[in-house]
């Protein structure tokens, strides 16, 4: 089952801050990003790992709430370079591999 | 950048003809997946193999076929293509030591 992402779209202004969320109805084991920017191929941003280690991106965050089956995705200080539509993959069953993926959210970034 | 190319980068083909889809790499990970993306669904696990001769299905795996012979190469085969199956697809690796994924240029195929 896809995890459900919001918003669906985002319009920024450069330099202003963002959230985007990821849930899922059942328990998760791992929460990756990506960014993929118009006619390219996805790029990994981060991984969240159940327990709490988290790899990825020096100038994004996240989090993983376990308990809700939720992560969210910090974007700070935006860049016209972080436009693009960012997914959110989830592995379950102790699986970090076989990752089920949102239907993204669109992130759009202005001067 | 992850060593992965995929072959061909473009195809169109008609209904019921077989297509087979090239992924290879570089890197010596050992999982390799097919994705297929298609505008409102997001990125959608076909199939995936972890190691050679070892795949196993993914959540649209109906109308396709993988094969892993050698480390380097993942296969795709639609058997008969059906204009359903018109979509962009994506392999990726994963494994070398790490647990992100590392995506592929993509192959748009389109089923007339």
């Known amino acids: 089952q896809q995890p459900v992402q919001s918003p669906q779209a985002v319009i920024l202004r450069e330099g202003e801050d963002a959230v985007i969320n990821c849930s899922s109805s059942?328990?998760?084991?791992?929460v990756h990003w990506y960014r993929q920017k118009h006619g390219e191929a996805p790029v990994f941003l981060m991984i969240?790992?159940?327990?709490?280690e988290q790899k990825g991106h020096d100038k994004i965050s996240a989090s993983f709430n376990e308990k809700k089956q939720q992560s969210s995705l910090y974007l700070t200080a935006s860049q016209l370079s972080y436009s693009g539509t960012y997914f959110c993959?989830?592995?379950?069953?102790?699986?970090?591999?076989?990752?089920?993926f949102g239907k993204g959210t669109l992130l759009t970034v202005n001067p | 950048d992850a060593g992965i190319t995929q072959s061909p980068r473009h195809k169109v083909t008609e209904t019921g003809t077989p297509v087979t889809l090239r992924c290879h790499q570089t890197?010596?990970?050992?999982?390799m997946y097919w994705y297929r993306q298609d505008p409102g669904h997001g990125l959608r696990l076909i199939h995936y193999?972890?190691?050679?001769?070892?795949?196993d299905k993914g959540e649209v795996s109906d109308g396709y076929s993988v094969s892993r012979s050698k480390t380097e190469d993942f296969l795709l085969t639609l058997e008969s293509a059906t204009s359903s199956q018109t979509s962009v697809y994506f392999c990726?690796?994963?494994?070398?030591?790490?647990?992100?994924?590392?995506f592929g240029p993509g192959t748009r195929l389109t089923v007339t």
């Open positions: 890197e010596n990970h050992r999982y």
């Open positions: 193999s972890y190691g050679v001769k070892d795949t």
């Open positions: 990726a690796i994963s494994g070398g030591g790490g647990d992100e994924q590392y």
């Open positions: 059942k328990a998760l084991y791992s």
């Open positions: 969240l790992l159940k327990g709490g």
């Open positions: 993959g989830t592995g379950r069953g102790g699986s970090n591999y076989k990752l089920t």
